[in-house]
C-alpha cells in the first residue's frame, strides 16, 4: 500500500509555468507506476501524464503532449509534474496515482489503485 501527497498548485498567469510534486510513503515506491490526473469543475477525471516504475517510459494526454513532463526520483519516493505554457483549459485540480506495476497508458482512472488528496491549479487569462 502506498500513500499519495500532492503539492505545488496555486495560481498562475497564462502562459506560465508550475511544478507539482506528489510524495509517496513505503518502501516499495519503485514498483510503482505513476501517474497524474486532473478534474475540472463539473467535469469527468481525465487522464494527463503517467511514468513507468523505473522512469524509462512515459505517456501523456495529447492535450498535454509537449507542454507538460513527468518525471520521477525513486530515491526520494518522489513524482513531479512540470507544468509550462499553462492556459486556462488546464485550470483544475491535479491529483496523483499510483498502480503497482501498472500500464502507462492506462487511462481510464478507475484502474488506478491508489491516490492523494488532489492540488488546486488554477491558470487565469
Known amino acids: 500500500q502506498v500513500q499519495l501527497v500532492e503539492s505545488g498548485g496555486g495560481l498562475v498567469q497564462a502562459g506560465g509555468s508550475l511544478r507539482l510534486s506528489c510524495a509517496a510513503s513505503g518502501r516499495t515506491f519503485s514498483s510503482y507506476t505513476m501517474a497524474w490526473f486532473r478534474q475540472a469543475p463539473g467535469k469527468e477525471r481525465e487522464f494527463v501524464a503517467a511514468?513507468?516504475?523505473?522512469?524509462?517510459?512515459?505517456y501523456y494526454a495529447d492535450s498535454v503532449t509537449g507542454r507538460f513532463t513527468i518525471s520521477r526520483d525513486n530515491a526520494k519516493n518522489t513524482v513531479y509534474l512540470e507544468m509550462n505554457s499553462l492556459k486556462p483549459d488546464d485550470t483544475a485540480v491535479y491529483y496523483c496515482?499510483?498502480?503497482?506495476?501498472?500500464?502507462?497508458?492506462?487511462?481510464?482512472?478507475?484502474?488506478?489503485?491508489?491516490w492523494g488528496q488532489g492540488t488546486q491549479v488554477t491558470v487565469s487569462s
Open positions: 511514468i513507468s516504475s523505473g522512469g524509462t517510459s512515459t
Open positions: 496515482a499510483a498502480d503497482w506495476f501498472g500500464r502507462i497508458d492506462t487511462i481510464d482512472p478507475h484502474k488506478w489503485n491508489y
